[in-house]
C-alpha cells in the first residue's frame, strides 16, 4: 500500500536548538498535517497545508507542503522541554474515489529535548 | 469538553469476548475516523463513516470488526470473538467534513488476556 517515510526516527537535541523533521512519498498528497502525540494521549493537530508550496507558521513551528506534492518537512525553533513526543507527518493521499477521507500516517519521529 | 470523546480509555477482554469502543465526535462533525496504533508505530486507518454511512472501510478486517454511526448516539467499533492480536490503541477521529483536518480522542486501550 501507499507509504510515507518519514525521517528522523528519533532525536536527541538540546534545549534551544532547532529541529528539522520530514516526510516523503512516492504518492501525490492533496494536503499534509503534522501531529503531536504525548504518551497515553491522542495525536494532537499541530499545522495543516493545503497547497503545493505552502509554508504555514504556528508559533516557534513552521511546516512547508512540498512542490511536488510528495513531501512535506516540520521545523521547531528553539527547542524546549515541553516540546519532547513523537511527531506524526500524515496527508490525504490523491486517491479518487472513496478514500478522500482516509489519512496515511508516517511511523513517527520521536523527539528527546535535553535540558 | 468539545473535543472527541471516547470511552472507554482502557478495556480489558478474553480471548473469544466481544470489545464495543464508543467515539462521540466534535460538536459539529459528522465525519468520523477509527484508526488502530500498535506500540512504536503509525496510525493505520481503519473504516470511514459519516452519519448513518459507510464511506470507506478499506482497513477494517475482513472478519469479526465492524463499524456503525447511527443517527443519534456515538459511533461504535465493535470487535467480535478477541484474539490476542487485537490488543491495541484504537483512536477515533472527527472532521467537518471529508478532506478537512481530523482531531483525535485520546484513545481507548484494548488488551487481551
Known amino acids: 500500500g501507499q507509504q510515507l517515510n518519514q525521517s528522523p526516527q528519533s532525536m536527541f537535541i538540546q534545549e534551544g536548538e532547532d529541529v528539522s523533521m520530514n516526510c516523503t512519498s512516492s504518492?501525490?498528497?492533496?494536503?499534509w498535517l503534522w501531529y503531536k502525540q504525548d504518551p497515553g494521549e491522542g495525536p494532537v493537530l499541530l499545522i495543516a497545508?493545503?497547497?503545493?508550496?505552502e509554508l504555514t507558521s504556528n508559533g516557534r513551528l513552521t511546516a512547508q507542503f512540498g512542490i511536488t506534492r510528495k513531501d512535506s518537512f516540520l521545523n521547531i525553533s528553539a527547542s524546549i522541554p515541553s516540546d519532547v513526543g513523537i511527531y506524526f507527518c500524515?496527508?490525504?493521499?490523491?486517491?479518487?474515489?472513496?478514500?478522500?477521507?482516509?489519512?496515511?500516517f508516517g511511523q513517527g519521529t520521536i523527539l528527546t529535548v535535553h535540558p | 469538553n468539545a473535543g472527541v470523546m471516547q470511552n472507554p480509555r482502557h478495556l480489558v477482554r478474553r480471548r473469544g469476548q466481544e470489545a464495543r469502543l464508543r467515539c462521540s465526535p466534535m460538536?459539529?462533525?459528522?465525519?468520523v475516523y477509527w484508526y488502530r496504533q500498535l506500540p512504536e508505530e503509525g496510525l493505520k486507518f481503519m473504516v470511514y463513516?459519516?452519519?448513518?454511512?459507510?464511506?470507506?472501510e478499506s482497513g477494517m478486517p475482513k472478519e469479526r470488526f465492524s463499524a456503525e454511526f447511527p443517527k443519534e448516539g456515538p459511533s461504535i467499533l465493535r470487535i467480535q470473538q478477541v484474539v490476542r492480536g487485537d490488543s491495541a490503541a484504537y483512536f477515533c477521529?472527527?472532521?467537518?467534513?471529508?478532506?478537512?483536518?481530523?482531531?483525535f480522542g485520546d484513545g481507548t486501550r484494548l488488551s487481551i488476556l
Open positions: 477521529a472527527s472532521s467537518a467534513a471529508g478532506a478537512q483536518p481530523q482531531h
Open positions: 504518492s501525490i498528497f492533496n494536503t
Open positions: 497545508l493545503y497547497k503545493a508550496g
Open positions: 500524515a496527508g490525504h493521499i490523491n486517491a479518487g474515489g472513496t478514500s478522500y477521507g482516509k489519512l496515511t
Open positions: 460538536k459539529g462533525h459528522s465525519h
Open positions: 463513516l459519516q452519519k448513518e454511512n459507510i464511506i470507506d
